[in-house]
């Protein structure tokens, strides 16, 4: 059965720097888009990045763009989230997702497969 599972949450404090990890199992993930999407308490879940198969496209949201960084190993089976310059408004639930294709890369609709999430949270 395929999963995705995310590591490398934590507590930060703003301004400090965290990298997050989503290995995926069961299947090979290396021609799905991947992203990232994250949900705060009491918010909608929202789009963070994403990144095609070979990793020649990306995309952030605006509230991300030069601060997070999406990037992926297909021979590890394995997609990465930098995030620097974090800000207190970036606590959330962090979740990778595949996708098979379709949609635009922020529409959580054309995912597949999600993994559990990791949780990060930025102290002020």
């Known amino acids: 059965q395929a999963q995705l599972v995310e590591s490398g949450g934590g507590l930060v404090q703003a301004g400090g720097s965290l990298r997050l990890s989503c290995a995926a199992a069961g299947r090979t993930f290396s021609l799905y888009r991947m992203a990232w999407f994250r949900q705060a308490p009491g918010e909608e879940r929202e789009f963070v990045a994403a990144i095609t198969w070979s990793a020649s496209g990306t995309y952030y949201a605006d509230s991300v763009k030069g601060r997070f960084t999406i990037s992926r190993d297909n021979a590890k089976n394995t997609v990465f989230l930098q995030m620097n310059s974090l800000k207190p408004e970036d606590t959330a639930v962090y979740s990778c997702?595949?996708?098979?294709?379709?949609?635009?890369?922020?529409?959580?609709?054309?995912?597949?497969?999600w993994g559990q999430g990791t949780q990060v949270t930025v102290a002020s």
């Open positions: 997702a595949a996708s098979q294709g379709g949609g635009t890369p922020p529409d959580s609709r054309y995912y597949n497969y």
